[in-house]
């Protein structure tokens, strides 16, 4: 299944032939997640020939979309808090026909579906590595996106503690009455905390170069006293390109295989595989701006607001890319030019 990320795996692989996810359906247009829609959407044909889009996300994100009561939008939320109770994320699942039969159409209103309650436990390993830290006299506090509930039953299974705080008391909460530095250092963590308000603790030395050597993108996590070396593994030929957006959580890497995969920064997974159609020269980021060049043009996308690009001009396969002063130079097969 493409475009699948660790989500839709775990529920596509409960179908005996998961396989069956796809039957009947031809997929016309995919919008990945992003920091600021804070959900995924797929348009597709069914066997009759009608247009439909489907989309899960952040349930807020989800309930907006659709034109809920106030009384439905209630059960929900409350559904919602019971499953956080349990330490369980919720998702919201919302479909809608698109009677135009075009993919740019807005459609018909959206239907809410339901929830997708998951439980996405810690590493295995956590809990040991976070006693050890106490025991040396290192004070952890937990930094999550995830509902305040859900912190709190996390860090109670980590064995951390509960003493936790939504992000808006860091932003401004009026109802807070505890001096800022006091309240940091009194809590145990922080919730809802989103990539706007947090700078992703990855980042990316230098550019890929050709060569088997290169096969995989790496990442390094950086702490105080330490650095972890994680190889994100996936392309089938050599990475050409990297970029890691303003403001995102995701990095993107590019590859001879016609393939960019889009990779989570906290967790290392891969969520997202997007087929160029031809192979992927270079790729920089300007601010939420990803350009990848490609043969005979330059993609361009906004992590932010999902705008998609084509750049027509170069010729041949495009290998450089620089941006700066609201230019981009590409540097082709060709000959070299501004865009």
Request: hydrophobic residues 40%; charged residues 20%; glycine residues 10%.
């Amino acid at each position: 299944m493409e475009n699948q990320d660790a989500i839709d795996a775990s529920i596509v692989n409960m179908l005996a032939d998961p396989k069956e996810a796809r039957a009947g359906i031809k997929e016309v247009h995919f919008l990945p997640f992003n920091p600021v829609e804070k959900r995924t959407a797929i348009t597709y044909i069914d066997e009759s020939g009608k247009l439909h889009r489907a989309s899960k996300g952040a349930p807020e994100q989800i309930i907006d979309l659709c034109n809920m009561t106030k009384h439905a939008k209630h059960k929900v939320h409350k559904m919602i808090d019971q499953f956080a109770d349990r330490g369980l994320r919720s998702l919201g699942v919302a479909r809608q026909e698109v009677p135009e039969a075009t993919k740019e159409s807005e459609g018909a209103p959206w239907q809410f579906v339901g929830l997708l309650p998951l439980f996405d436990p810690p590493r295995h390993n956590s809990a040991e590595t976070i006693r050890r830290a106490l025991n040396l006299g290192v004070n952890v506090k937990m930094i999550t996106g995830d509902q305040l509930a859900i912190g709190k039953e996390t860090g109670r299974r980590l064995g951390m503690g509960t003493n936790m705080y939504p992000s808006t008391i860091l932003l401004g909460d009026k109802n807070n009455e505890l001096d800022i530095d006091e309240l940091i250092e009194k809590a145990d963590g922080f919730a809802g905390v989103f990539p706007v308000n947090k700078t992703c603790s990855y980042f990316i030395a230098g550019n890929c170069s050709y060569g088997e050597r290169c096969k995989f993108v790496h990442s390094w996590f950086v702490g105080d006293n330490f650095s972890l070396l994680t190889p994100l593994q996936g392309h089938q030929k050599v990475v050409t390109g990297i970029a890691l957006p303003l403001g995102s959580d995701k990095l993107y890497s590019g590859s001879q295989d016609e393939m960019v995969r889009v990779w989570d920064c906290q967790s290392g997974q891969c969520v997202g595989v997007i087929n160029m159609g031809n192979e992927v020269g270079c790729m920089i980021s300007e601010g939420p701006w990803i350009f990848i060049g490609i043969t005979n043009s330059v993609k361009v996308w906004n992590t932010q607001t999902s705008t998609d690009l084509t750049l027509d001009g170069p010729v041949g396969q495009v290998y450089a890319l620089v941006a700066g002063n609201e230019m981009l130079f590409a540097g082709a097969q060709v000959m070299n030019f501004p865009l």
